[in-house]
């Protein structure tokens, strides 16, 4: 036989339900602030504290946006970066500089000429005739000065204004070859022996000290160093020609 259920026995209170509603938003909560401490990692801070400076910083920005954006002056990068002074240093650099200029280059078309000295001027030849009231010796002296610094030789003319040969060999000594064969390799200087000048035959004795009976001219060719080289007194004069006399000459030049 059924009992009837008393009216009054207490059923399972709804309360319960209630409390469990409002439970839900808060796990929802704790679960979406567990997943963003797990991403963000841990803070030392609580999450009610992080969340009003996030909220404090927005208000700031907005309020003033200068102070929020860094601006290019403060920038790190652009005060560090190198890129500009190694520009510098390359339109500073002097390779441009010191390229050597195309006469600078080396090779032989650039090079300059050695330079050669010059010819001596040609000695003076004296004119025909023996000039009977010269210093012979002085003479002789200035032409061996010259001859030690220009090489040449000397030649000594004794002879005499009435000598024949002696006229003979002046009119080949002023042709133009054997003035120029003079000239280049001699220092020529005639002495007068057909007067009464003592000195000047002391100077034939000293130059041709063979002795005997001189035959006119008498040529003697003496180095710079005042050595005899040779005297026509022992050999015998050439033949008083152009072609003898410059071939004499041309013989004792060096």
């Given at each position: ?10 059923t ?19 679960v ?7 991403a ?7 999450a009610?504290?992080?969340?009003a400076?996030?909220?404090g ?45 195309g ?30 009231s ?45 003035a ?19 000195a ?55």
């Amino acid at each position: 036989m059924l009992r009837p259920v008393r009216a009054d026995r207490r059923t399972t209170s709804p309360r319960s339900a209630a409390p469990l509603g409002r439970r839900l938003p808060l796990v929802a909560a704790a679960v979406v602030a567990a997943g963003l401490t797990a991403a963000c990692g841990p803070s030392s801070e609580p999450a009610g504290s992080a969340a009003a400076a996030t909220a404090g910083q927005s208000a700031q920005a907005l309020s003033d946006p200068q102070s929020a954006t860094p601006t290019a002056e403060t920038s790190p990068t652009a005060s560090a970066s190198p890129t500009a002074s190694a520009s510098a240093s390359a339109s500073a650099s002097p390779t441009a500089s010191r390229a050597p200029s195309g006469s600078a280059s080396s090779g032989g078309g650039s090079a300059k000429p050695a330079r050669t000295s010059a010819a001596p001027a040609p000695a003076k030849v004296p004119g025909p005739g023996y000039d009977s009231s010269a210093d012979a010796q002085k003479q002789i002296d200035a032409a061996l000065r010259a001859a030690k610094a220009d090489g040449r030789m000397v030649l000594l003319d004794f002879g005499a204004n009435w000598c024949g040969n002696c006229k003979a060999a002046d009119k080949v000594f002023a042709q133009s070859q054997t003035a120029g064969i003079l000239g280049a390799s001699y220092h020529l200087v005639k002495v007068d022996i057909g007067g009464n000048s003592s000195a000047n035959s002391a100077l034939l004795r000293k130059y041709s000290p063979s002795g005997g009976t001189y035959t006119m001219p008498v040529l003697v060719v003496v180095s710079p160093s005042g050595t005899v080289r040779t005297d026509t007194h022992v050999t015998g004069n050439p033949s008083l020609t152009a072609d003898g006399i410059n071939a004499f000459l041309r013989k004792w030049a060096s």
